[in-house]
């Protein structure tokens, strides 16, 4: 359920309960072909698909794990045709959270400018009385669209579990 859910929540966005405590035994997962390294609370489930969209077709690839009983995290990289990036990086960015905030059916409640090395990016808060809240940071590396989300109850994805998730992306190509 939660993985439909995270699909849900992510393709549109191409264009306190029982959590555990911290990040301990949390592991690294890095996936060569899409260039990053990120910790995980476990082995992600990968799930890839193609959709249409106003720049053409998109491949978008999700990694997802379950963190608790109410709560999770994702990493998906969406890949743009190169047609798409005339649109500059604000605009693709700016489209990218809009998509976030309507596939999740919530309100934005913060947003910040923020860079992986020299790639721009988002750093949004989402709140949705029906899918949770949510952090999502979104950068554009090139033509990918990389997009790490934290979800769960109120205040998980503020907690230090989900920001050090958000903040262990490194990319490696």
């Not at 301990?24 to 990120?38: A, L, N, Q, V, Y």
Request: no cysteine; net charge positive; glycine share 10%.
């Amino acid at each position: 359920m939660k993985q439909h859910l995270w699909l849900t929540l992510t393709i549109p966005l191409t264009l306190g309960s029982a959590l555990a405590g911290d990040t301990k035994g949390w592991e690294p997962f890095t996936s060569k072909e899409h260039g990053f390294s990120i910790l995980m609370p476990g082995k992600p489930l990968e799930n890839t698909q193609n959709v249409k969209s106003p720049v053409g077709q998109l491949e978008v690839t999700t990694f997802f794990a379950d963190h608790g009983k109410d709560a999770a995290v994702m990493i998906s990289v969406t890949q743009y045709p190169e047609s798409a990036l005339k649109f500059g990086p604000a605009k693709l960015l700016d489209s990218a959270r809009d998509g976030a905030v309507s596939s999740s059916k919530g309100k934005l409640k913060a947003e910040t400018k923020i860079t992986l090395g020299a790639h721009q990016g988002r750093d949004l808060t989402i709140e949705s009385d029906t899918r949770g809240h949510m952090r999502t940071r979104i950068f554009l590396v090139g033509s990918r669209l990389i997009q790490t989300m934290a979800i769960g109850p109120k205040g998980y994805p503020q907690s230090k579990e989900a920001t050090t998730f958000l903040d262990s992306l490194k990319l490696i190509k």
